[in-house]
C-alpha cells in the first residue's frame, strides 16, 4: 500500500493541499473546526504523522489501576517547574495531548515542582505513584532532579530537557523541536546580506534546546568561514544581567540570534532604550514563533515550532514506552521553519 501524501488527504476532503498543510503543521489562519476535520481525516487515512493513532487504541488499560472508572487507564503526571502561560509553546501542545490521550483512557495531572521540592530532591505532595503511569516534564531543567524522576521505575518522557553539553544522558526519551536546520538557514541568510557580524544572546547551558541553537549558531559559522566574535556572546542570568552586559558593549555586531524570542525581545527593548535603532542598526531575531513576536514593532523574525506534531510525538513516545518498557531510549525531534519578518529587514 502506497504511503498516504498531504495530497491525498486534500483530494479526500475537497480543499487545497495548503490548506491541509496548514492544519497538519498547525499554522495560523485555519477555523478549529476545520482543522479538527483536517486531522481527523489524516488520522483515518494513516498519514504517517498520525499513523500510530490507531495501534494506540489498542491498548488495554490496566484493570489494576486504582480507579474503578471503566476504560480508566491511569495518570499521566506532568512535572514543570514554572506556570506555562499562554505564550508558552508547551501550552498549546498539551492542550492537543491530554485530548489524544483522554481517548485512550489517561488523565494530565499537573504537578509543580517548587524550589524546596528541587532543593530537598522530593516529589510535590500532589504526586501519587501508584496512580502514575507514566510522566512527562516540561521545563525541567536541573539534572540532580530529574536523574532522581528517572529513577522512580516509571516511563519519563522529557519535552526538552537538561543541558547536555558534557555528555550526561538519562534513561528517559525526550522530545524536542529541531533547532539546527532553520537557525542555519537564518545564519545563511544573514551571511548573504553581508551581515557577517552575528551575536548569540542567551545562557546556552540553560536547557538542551537553547545549547543545540547556540552550536547551530556556531557550527553554520565555522562552515560559512566566518569568525565568531566572543564578545558577541551574551550569556545572562537575568533581564537586569542582561541589561549590564548590553550596556557594557563598545562595539554592536550586525545581527544577534537569541535563544527565544523572550530573550530577544528584552534585548530589544533595552538596546533601543540605549539608542539603538532596529532593524536600523543591529538585525534580531528569536525562536519559538510566540504570539509576541508578531505584534511587537518591529515584528521578530523567529523559527516557527510545530506544537501540534510535538503533540502527536510526545503521544506516541510515552505510549509506546508504556506498552514496550525495555525499548531503547529516543531523542526525537519534530520540524520548525524560520519566519523572516521585519526585525531582519535589510534593505528599505
Excluded at 267 to 275: D, S, T
Aim: charged share 25%.
Amino acid at each position: 500500500m502506497s504511503k498516504v501524501t498531504i495530497q491525498d488527504i486534500a483530494d479526500a476532503l475537497g480543499i487545497s493541499r495548503n490548506t491541509v498543510s496548514k492544519a497538519i503543521n498547525n499554522s495560523e489562519g485555519l477555523a478549529d473546526a476545520t482543522r479538527e476535520k483536517i486531522l481527523q481525516k489524516a488520522v483515518e487515512m494513516g498519514y504517517k504523522q498520525f499513523s500510530y493513532v490507531n495501534s494506540l487504541a489498542r491498548i488495554t488499560p490496566d484493570s489494576s489501576s486504582p480507579d474503578s472508572t471503566p476504560g480508566y487507564a491511569g495518570e499521566i503526571a506532568l512535572l514543570t517547574t514554572t506556570f506555562l502561560s499562554l505564550s508558552h509553546f508547551a501550552s498549546i501542545m498539551l492542550d492537543k495531548f491530554q485530548q489524544e490521550i483522554s481517548q485512550l483512557g489517561y488523565t494530565l495531572n499537573l504537578h509543580r515542582v517548587d524550589e524546596q521540592c528541587l532543593k530537598n530532591k522530593t516529589l510535590p505532595i500532589t504526586f501519587v505513584k501508584s496512580r502514575v503511569k507514566a510522566i512527562l516534564c516540561i521545563e525541567m531543567f536541573n539534572w540532580d532532579y530529574d536523574k532522581m524522576i528517572c529513577e522512580l521505575g516509571l516511563p519519563v518522557l522529557f519535552i526538552d530537557g537538561p543541558c547536555r553539553m558534557d555528555g550526561k544522558t538519562l534513561p528517559a526519551d525526550q522530545l524536542c523541536m529541531c533547532n539546527t536546520t532553520e537557525i542555519t538557514k537564518l545564519i545563511l541568510y544573514l551571511l548573504g546580506k553581508g551581515k557577517k557580524r552575528i551575536g548569540f544572546i542567551g545562557d546556552y547551558k540553560h536547557c538542551q534546546s537553547f545549547y543545540e541553537r547556540y552550536t547551530a549558531f556556531r557550527m553554520a559559522m565555522l562552515m560559512a568561514g566566518e569568525t565568531v566574535e566572543e564578545s558577541f556572546i551574551i550569556r545572562h542570568n537575568d533581564v537586569q544581567d542582561l541589561e549590564v552586559r548590553l550596556n557594557a558593549l563598545t562595539e554592536y555586531p550586525d545581527a544577534f540570534l537569541c535563544a527565544n524570542d523572550f530573550v530577544a525581545m528584552d534585548a530589544m527593548r533595552i538596546l533601543r532604550a540605549a539608542g539603538k535603532q532596529i532593524p536600523e542598526d543591529i538585525l534580531f531575531s528569536g525562536f519559538d514563533d510566540s504570539p509576541e513576536s508578531r505584534i511587537i514593532t518591529p515584528t521578530l523574525t523567529t523559527i516557527h515550532i510545530h506544537t501540534q506534531v510535538m503533540a502527536f510525538a510526545a503521544v506516541d513516545l510515552l505510549m509506546s514506552r508504556i506498552k514496550e518498557p525495555s525499548l531503547d531510549f529516543r531523542v526525537v525531534h519534530t520540524q520548525s521553519d524560520l519566519i523572516l519578518r521585519e526585525s531582519t529587514e535589510t534593505e528599505r
